[in-house]
């Protein structure tokens, strides 16, 4: 007997919301796909609908006439909006935190009590909503140190500073100049972590913990690490440096402690849990927490999914996670984004992207769409991140070169991307052996 298909939806228009939605057309029990706002990649798979993901009023009213068996949330916004609380409120079935656990996100303070509650390892740290008493704390600490906007800014709200007037200029920019707006009411102003960035996200159904693929993202704009921070450049997975050891302490140590602690908050937590980590000799410590799929990173771990995704999203929205064992192809995948020029400042939109059709047969990989439009048959720019470009092989040296033949096949005018993502594996490799 064929299994009961499931309409879902999809809220978001980017990256993440493309490899979503791509996985979840994969299913044998998922039935149309609605995506809103969706992009003019997501409209191959899935009908686009013109609401904002972040008009929850909107959202659910649609969820209702359609009889939406599962949405699935893509960014954080509408989560710290409630859009989970609306749409349980009206019987709707949703994969993603309420607004209360949505703050792991949405206040970098709240996350950092959360952790210090729990002796979950973390940077040392402090809350300032004064900046004159937060300038005071950099001349005490000293640098290197990190300045935090307390809320959401994008993924780009986080300034490391080598030097006290650094910091006590970031703070003015932040907190006086409010170059992030509301979210920089309040501060987080904390130590300076060294060594090698991880990605960890799991999933969990408020009393389960089942953890994904490992991956690690490409901050910085450029090269080497260089230029400002943005919201990723490239992903690639599995990581480096996520030892089955390594993995277990994370589990132990951070992701564990993490669900119990909210749930002693009597916070449901239903969702994502993703920590962005530093591995400092061997140990993690946590840099922040996120409450929705990574973006890059969703890009890169999704096409390495061999489990249906959408009995893993229900089995967490119902609270029956315990025992699930997900499936991961062995080989590796890395995704390069493709930028628009002057990312992550200001860029321009509606360029004419080239060179997709080469790619509508290609086996080595997906282009998902981010900032994407249609203009009749055209595609356009539209976005600071334009597309990910998934490249997938039995090593790491295969997905690069898969990755990078592709890019070389699209052309915008002013495009940007790096052109080192996935290197740090074929170094760790090589040190290995």
């Not at 609605?34 to 409209?43: L, Q, R, S």
């Not at 990078?404 to 495009?415: C, E, I, S, T």
């Amino acid at each position: 007997m064929a299994p009961e298909r499931k309409d879902v939806l999809v809220v978001g228009g980017g990256g993440r919301e493309h490899a979503l939605v791509w996985k979840l057309a994969q299913s044998p029990r998922v039935g149309k796909i609605y995506c809103a706002p969706g992009n003019a990649g997501i409209g191959e798979l899935a009908e686009c609908v013109p609401l904002a993901a972040d008009d929850v009023k909107g959202l659910t009213r649609f969820a209702l006439e359609r009889k939406i068996g599962l949405t699935v949330v893509g960014p954080e916004l509408p989560l710290t909006l409630g859009i989970v609380d609306e749409f349980e409120l009206n019987g709707l079935k949703i994969f993603g935190p309420t607004s209360a656990a949505a703050q792991l996100e949405a206040s970098k303070a709240f996350a950092k009590e959360l952790l210090r509650q729990n002796n979950v390892p973390t940077a040392y740290f402090g809350v300032f909503t004064d900046p004159d008493e937060a300038s005071t704390y950099v001349r005490e600490v000293g640098a290197p140190i990190v300045v935090k906007a307390d809320g959401l800014a994008a993924g780009k709200g986080v300034v490391i500073c080598k030097r006290e007037a650094e910091a006590i200029e970031a703070i003015d920019e932040i907190m006086r100049a409010r170059c992030f707006g509301d979210a920089g009411r309040r501060v987080v102003v904390e130590e300076f972590l060294e060594g090698e960035e991880l990605s960890f996200m799991a999933v969990t159904d408020g009393s389960c913990v089942v953890p994904l693929a490992t991956s690690q993202d490409h901050k910085r704009a450029f090269d080497a690490d260089q230029g400002p921070n943005t919201g990723g450049m490239g992903a690639y997975s599995p990581a480096a440096i996520a030892s089955p050891e390594l993995t277990a302490r994370i589990m132990d140590e951070i992701m564990l402690p993490v669900a119990q602690g909210l749930k002693k908050k009597k916070i449901k937590y239903k969702g994502v849990l993703y920590a962005g980590l530093m591995i400092c000799e061997g140990r993690p410590k946590v840099l922040e927490f996120n409450v929705r799929f990574g973006d890059p990173e969703c890009q890169a771990i999704l096409p390495r999914l061999r489990s249906d995704l959408f009995d893993l999203l229900e089995a967490t929205v119902e609270e029956r996670l315990a025992g699930c064992a997900l499936q991961w192809d062995s080989g590796a995948s890395v995704c390069v984004i493709l930028a628009s020029e002057g990312y992550p400042g200001d860029y321009a939109r509606g360029r004419v992207i080239s060179g997709l059709e080469d790619l509508a047969e290609w086996k080595g990989g997906v282009v998902f769409h981010a900032g994407t439009k249609k203009d009749g048959d055209r595609v356009l720019t539209n976005g600071g991140r334009v597309l990910g470009v998934t490249g997938i092989g039995r090593s790491f040296r295969e997905a690069i070169e898969e990755a990078y033949r592709a890019v070389g096949l699209v052309k915008f005018k002013g495009m940007h991307f790096r052109t080192d993502i996935g290197q740090r594996a074929i170094s760790a490799s090589a040190e290995r052996e």
